[in-house]
């Protein structure tokens, strides 16, 4: 008995096998391709047969399937339609294509609802409120609330990086609207952000503006203006942002994840941690780096497989 996760970021689709204890046999990982929908369906499909090659598990023996996927989903169609940071994409099919490969069902989620599912099936206490964020090449989270993973009707409950932070609108996001939290903080957006900064505020530099990524940006803090002042501001947003999440849903703890958290802790979760105390008027929620690294989605797809796309242990198969 074997069961797969798959994780569909923007920037890379990876797959795990594993066995009925979840102990992980084979895995896979490629870049996503920006071609075509069709062509990161294949890629998907290519991941799951290579890492069940290295689990030498035939993919007919794979008894279900979870998938963490980027946005906006067609739940319905089992689909992702128009992802804002794949601009040459409109529709990915899965869990057709999937359901064909494999002998068994296909839990499809948001990738961060994915992580929160992770993050519950692996936390010590287990909490039933709890939230997934990520701050990647987009920002979104994953949200548990009485115990119940929230999903939406749609698959896209937990879309906070398009919560308008910025009423004036001043970038304007992937997703074509003005002002929201993903178009400033995200790591494809932050050299965006720093280069409309430099123009606005005319401060002196040594940023590579013309060919700057958000790492340029972390690595030059406490030695350039322009990026302490980018730094500053982009705690300032992710502050307002999870101030909502935290007024929306309560949770008991919030883990952090995403490549621009995960690289960047003390820039990135500390100012936030400091500054939540003057935004949020109920319980301030325990925030933390995610415990599972970035793995949390492909370990979040994989505990979905092995209990019926819930995270919950209880429901573990026998």
């Not at 910025?166 to 050299?191: F, K, M, Q, R, V």
């Not at 705690?235 to 849903?249: D, T």
């Not at 690294?293 to 019926?308: F, H, I, N, P, Q």
Request: glycine share 12%; aromatic share 4%.
């Amino acid at each position: 008995m074997a069961y797969a996760g798959v994780d569909l970021g923007a920037t890379n689709v990876r797959a795990v096998v594993a066995d009925e204890d979840g102990a992980v046999r084979g895995q896979d990982r490629r870049p996503t391709p920006d071609s075509s929908g069709i062509a990161v369906t294949e890629a998907v499909l290519e991941v799951v047969r290579s890492a069940c090659g290295s689990a030498a598990v035939d993919p007919t023996e794979v008894r279900a399937v979870g998938v963490g996927s980027i946005g906006p989903l067609d739940l319905a169609e089992g689909a992702v339609e128009n992802p804002a940071n794949l601009p040459n994409v409109d529709r990915i099919p899965l869990t057709g294509p999937l359901g064909n490969l494999v002998d068994g069902p296909v839990y499809l989620h948001n990738d961060t609802s994915a992580g929160v599912i992770g993050e519950r099936f692996h936390a010590d206490r287990n909490p039933d409120d709890m939230a997934y964020l990520t701050i990647s090449s987009g920002i979104g989270a994953g949200v548990c609330v009485d115990g119940h993973v929230l999903s939406g009707w749609d698959g896209n409950a937990g879309e906070v990086g398009h919560i308008t932070v910025d009423p004036e609108g001043t970038l304007t996001c992937g997703c074509g609207i003005d002002g929201h939290w993903e178009a400033y903080c995200s790591g494809n957006n932050i050299p965006r952000y720093a280069r409309h900064l430099h123009g606005e505020l005319g401060l002196g530099t040594d940023l590579p503006l013309a060919d700057l990524d958000a790492a340029d940006v972390f690595a030059a803090a406490g030695r350039d203006p322009l990026a302490d002042v980018v730094i500053e501001r982009v705690a300032r947003w992710n502050a307002l942002g999870l101030a909502a999440v935290v007024h929306a849903y309560a949770p008991l703890v919030v883990y952090v994840g995403g490549a621009v958290a995960l690289h960047n802790p003390e820039l990135v979760l500390e100012p936030v941690r400091e500054r939540l105390d003057g935004l949020v008027m109920s319980n301030i929620p325990d925030v933390q780096l995610t415990t599972l690294g970035d793995d949390v989605v492909v370990k979040g797809a994989l505990a979905s497989a092995m209990t019926e796309g819930t995270g919950d242990r209880r429901l573990l198969a026998t």
